[in-house]
């Protein structure tokens, strides 16, 4: 990455998955070895700083004494200038932002093309919303001019029901797994920053987090993000998903599920059960000890749970 990057994220409502996305790229960079500086500009929900800690990123308050958006040169030289990525969490719907947030990134924005920053808008989206589509066109017909677009599909609910339309729009495409309830019940359980929770599991989650870490290592090998976040996430991400499950049965749904033992216990079940359905059903032999370990590894599942 030759260039300082500015990302913007933006969604077109709350509950998109803006946030995960910005701490998402911003943990990739990090875990790639950029110089990151994260801003939480949504002074009505600072989803960013509550969920990363208080530290992770810098914030914005539009009206109160500390406010500073009045000086986006000032705020430039801050924390664009001298980092590799810069990352703005917007709030819901810039499509309604007026006054001093607009003024506020156009003022960045005009920088950004006097020093020659490449300006990346990132437009979350997820499955099922209503109207999801239309709006994320007039974001696109929007921003286009004032920088890159970058569609993110966040699968949040797993149905990766995405309205066809989207790919219409000739923009850039990037896909953000679902991420199973458990999984995000062991993100949410510490307040720091995506790349510590990696690399410092919690005790009894560590093959948890190396799920995450495995479902993140795919959004990092999508060309439109290693060549932001760079080959170096790519192969601590390999090191970090190593403990991963490479499969399992149940569906991972509360924070028990989530455990070394539940995970361990559910991967060996799940091995089972794929035993028995691959296995020859006029061979008796074989069919009797997969059978056997089908029954060992369900019972080891109840006594659990």
Same mark, same amino acid.
């Given at each position: 990455?030759?260039?300082?990057?500015?990302?913007?994220?933006?969604?077109?409502?709350?509950?998109?998955?803006?946030?995960?996305?910005?701490?998402?790229?911003?943990?990739?960079?990090?875990?790639?070895?950029?110089?990151?500086?994260?801003?939480?500009?949504?002074?009505?929900?600072?989803?960013?700083?509550?969920?990363?800690?208080?530290?992770?990123?810098?914030?914005?308050?539009?009206?109160?004494?500390?406010?500073?958006?009045?000086?986006?040169?000032?705020?430039?030289?801050?924390?664009?200038?001298?980092?590799?990525?810069?990352?703005?969490?917007? %709030? =819901?719907? *810039?499509?309604?932002?007026?006054?001093?947030?607009? @003024?506020?990134? &156009?003022?960045? $924005?005009?920088? +950004?093309?006097?020093?020659?920053?490449?300006?990346?808008?990132?437009?979350?989206?997820?499955?099922?919303?209503?109207?999801?589509?239309?709006?994320?066109?007039?974001?696109?017909?929007?921003?286009?001019?004032?920088?890159?677009?970058?569609?993110?599909?966040?699968?949040?609910?797993?149905?990766?029901?995405?309205?066809?339309?989207?790919?219409?729009? %000739? =923009?850039? *495409?990037?896909?953000?797994?679902?991420?199973?309830? @458990?999984?995000? &019940?062991?993100? $949410?359980?510490? +307040?720091?920053?995506?790349?510590?929770?990696?690399?410092?599991?919690?005790?009894?989650?560590?093959?948890?987090?190396?799920?995450?870490?495995?479902?993140?290592?795919?959004?990092?090998?999508?060309?439109?993000?290693?060549?932001?976040?760079?080959?170096?996430?790519?192969?601590?991400?390999?090191?970090?998903?190593?403990?991963?499950?490479?499969?399992?049965?149940?569906?991972?749904?509360?924070?028990?599920?989530?455990?070394? @033992?539940?995970?361990?216990?559910?991967?060996?079940?799940?091995?089972?059960?794929?035993?028995?359905?691959?296995?020859?059903?006029?061979?008796?032999?074989?069919?009797?000890?997969?059978?056997?370990?089908?029954?060992?590894?369900?019972?080891?599942?109840?006594?659990?749970?």
């Amino acid at each position: 990455m030759s260039k300082s990057v500015l990302a913007i994220t933006l969604t077109n409502a709350g509950g998109e998955g803006k946030t995960t996305w910005s701490e998402t790229l911003a943990a990739l960079a990090r875990l790639g070895g950029r110089a990151v500086t994260v801003a939480d500009i949504d002074p009505g929900n600072r989803g960013f700083l509550n969920r990363n800690g208080d530290r992770a990123a810098v914030s914005l308050d539009w009206a109160g004494l500390e406010y500073d958006a009045g000086d986006p040169a000032g705020w430039f030289e801050r924390h664009v200038c001298g980092q590799d990525l810069t990352i703005l969490d917007t %709030g =819901a719907n *810039m499509l309604a932002a007026q006054g001093k947030t607009t @003024a506020f990134l &156009a003022g960045l $924005l005009n920088l +950004a093309a006097q020093n020659e920053v490449r300006v990346i808008f990132y437009c979350v989206t997820s499955p099922n919303k209503a109207g999801s589509d239309g709006l994320v066109e007039l974001m696109y017909q929007r921003f286009a001019r004032a920088g890159e677009i970058v569609i993110v599909q966040n699968d949040r609910d797993g149905s990766g029901d995405f309205k066809v339309s989207l790919a219409q729009l %000739g =923009a850039t *495409m990037v896909e953000m797994p679902h991420l199973p309830a @458990a999984l995000q &019940a062991v993100r $949410l359980r510490r +307040a720091i920053p995506l790349d510590a929770v990696l690399r410092d599991p919690e005790p009894d989650y560590e093959r948890a987090t190396a799920m995450i870490a495995a479902k993140l290592l795919g959004v990092a090998r999508q060309p439109a993000i290693a060549e932001i976040v760079g080959d170096a996430a790519i192969t601590e991400l390999q090191a970090l998903s190593a403990r991963a499950p490479l499969d399992y049965h149940y569906t991972l749904s509360t924070l028990r599920h989530a455990s070394n @033992a539940s995970l361990s216990a559910n991967e060996r079940l799940g091995r089972a059960w794929n035993g028995f359905r691959s296995s020859r059903a006029e061979d008796d032999a074989e069919l009797l000890i997969v059978a056997r370990e089908l029954r060992a590894a369900l019972m080891n599942w109840r006594q659990m749970h």
